[in-house]
């Protein structure tokens, strides 16, 4: 589909382990945003990319927490040494940042992370 | 970013409008006030947005006060499909600025559409 693509869907792992979790944006889409969810709480902002570059990363709580975007387009969200406190549903949202455009951000479905 | 107040929670019968409130009596005159809803084990999906002008498309219409400090989101014939939290944000426009379209949550108000 032509939506935000994020994978995988679910993932299980122990503590202590290393993660990477995907996000595929919408063709075009020059911005591309990383949040995190926990249960009964609104989604957190984690860190924003133009293009390349990561524009603000205010968001990360820690140094385990890493993310690249090296072409533009497809990203990549790392996380090492997981803890259990790091579960949570990670979704990334893609947008234009022409000022012809309304500044929609359009989501993905996320990335459900369990840490045992 | 200016924060908002949104109740908790709010049920609606199916077939009826609702009418979901947002304080924001801090906001800034160049903030557009967004509305965003997440179905359930959905990402969160964009509905209207507007800056001081009453707006409405074909999922909902705003209603913004003349001293924009609140305002309200009505979805005119609620249906069960419907039921989702609803969250308000207020932000710079997109693009205006140099500003990014990052958007700052709440906790939004649950949406409990009845039949």
């Known amino acids: 589909g032509a939506g935000v693509s994020q994978t995988p869907s679910n993932k299980v792992t122990e503590k202590g382990k290393y993660v990477e979790l995907r996000c595929d944006p919408i063709?075009?889409?020059?911005?591309l945003y990383w949040y995190r969810q926990s249960l009964g709480q609104g989604p957190e902002f984690l860190i924003y990319?133009?293009?390349?570059?990561?524009?603000?990363d205010s968001g990360l709580p820690n140094d385990r927490f890493f993310a690249v975007r090296p072409e533009g387009s497809v990203s990549t969200l790392k996380i090492q040494r997981t803890e259990r406190g790091d579960s949570a549903v990670y979704l990334c949202?893609?947008?234009?940042?022409?000022?012809?455009?309304?500044?929609?951000?359009?989501f993905g479905e996320g990335s459900r992370l369990t840490v045992l | 970013d200016a924060k908002t107040t949104q109740p908790t929670s709010m049920d609606c019968a199916e077939g009826r409008a609702a009418n979901l409130p947002c304080n924001h009596s801090?906001?800034?005159?160049?903030?557009?006030v967004y509305w965003y809803r997440q179905i359930h084990s959905q990402g969160p999906q964009y509905i209207i947005h507007?800056?001081?002008n009453n707006e409405t498309n074909e999922m909902a219409s705003l209603i913004i006060t003349e001293d924009r400090k609140s305002s309200t989101l009505i979805l005119p014939h609620a249906t069960l499909r419907d039921t989702a939290v609803y969250y308000c944000?207020?932000?710079?426009?997109?693009?205006?600025?140099?500003?990014?379209?990052?958007?700052?949550f709440g906790t939004g108000t649950l949406l409990a559409v009845q039949p």
């Open positions: 063709s075009g889409h020059t911005a």
């Open positions: 949202a893609s947008s234009l940042t022409s000022s012809r455009g309304r500044g929609e951000l359009f």
């Open positions: 801090t906001i800034s005159g160049n903030e557009y």
């Open positions: 507007g800056l001081k």
């Open positions: 990319f133009q293009g390349t570059g990561a524009a603000d």
């Open positions: 944000i207020v932000r710079v426009g997109g693009g205006v600025g140099g500003a990014t379209n990052k958007l700052i």
